[in-house]
């Protein structure tokens, strides 16, 4: 198969197919140099709900990169991604977004957590960011990678920055929370900035220029 055949049939633009301006923000960021077009739900116009119907991040991050490539005809990233904390048996996990039902902004849900955690003592109030990217070709089944990043669910929120329970989640490496680190910071060491780390190496696959095995 000649380079020019390959590269017609190359995908030249990757949908980033999230929902959450957060995601999207991070994405831009964490996505560029690499050699696609980025393009978002938004953007396209695609306004389908996906029903996260998965128990595990890895399965609702395949259910909507292969919904999504589906309706848009494009190569398509999902993140399904979620905070686990450990005095809570890991909730809210895959219920991050939906935790205390539909009706909560993400400062509702914050506080649903610090109240459910009151009488939980520093030391054991440790937790973890996880994110699964799933990469998919209409038509194919998706590719999975994994971040993950460790903490403890401060007490009270602090910190303007990021998005969802950010304001409450402490590194003490760092000593401040994920929400007060500029976008820049939160992407050299996030969950998500890991997980499309290795994106980044599995996307290139899809590039012919990059990749001379691609469509083989
Ligand atoms: P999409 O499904 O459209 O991508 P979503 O926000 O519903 O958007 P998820 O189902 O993956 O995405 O839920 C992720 C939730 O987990 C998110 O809404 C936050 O509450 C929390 N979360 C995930 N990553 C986070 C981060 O980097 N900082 C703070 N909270 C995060």
């Given at each position: 198969m000649n380079e020019s055949y390959l590269e017609s049939k190359a995908p030249r633009r990757l949908l980033?197919?999230?929902?959450n301006p957060g995601k999207v923000r991070e994405y831009r960021q964490l996505l560029r140099g690499i050699p696609f077009e980025i393009t978002s739900l938004e953007e396209i116009g695609i306004a389908d709900e996906v029903e996260?119907?998965?128990?595990t991040f890895e399965e609702n991050a395949c259910i909507k990169a292969r919904a999504y490539a589906a309706s848009s005809d494009l190569l398509s990233l999902a993140d399904d991604s979620g905070l686990e904390v450990d005095a809570l048996?890991?909730?809210?996990?895959?219920k991050s977004a939906r935790y205390g039902g539909p009706g909560l902004t993400d400062e509702g849900r914050v506080a649903l957590l610090l109240a459910n955690m009151q009488n939980v003592k520093w030391e054991d109030r440790s937790g973890r960011f996880k994110c699964v990217i799933a990469i998919a070709q209409p038509s194919d089944e998706p590719e999975t990678v994994t971040g993950a990043v460790e903490g403890i669910i401060q007490y009270e929120p602090k910190g303007g920055?990021?998005?969802?329970?950010d304001p409450v989640f402490y590194l003490p490496h760092l000593g401040?929370?994920?929400?007060?680190?500029s976008l820049g910071e939160k992407n050299a060491l996030s969950h998500r900035a890991q997980a499309a780390g290795k994106a980044v190496t599995l996307l290139k696959a899809y590039h012919p220029k990059l990749n001379k095995d691609s469509g083989q």
């Open positions: 980033v197919a999230t929902r996260e119907t998965g128990s048996n890991g909730s809210p996990g895959v920055n990021g998005f969802g329970y401040r929370t994920m929400a007060e680190l």
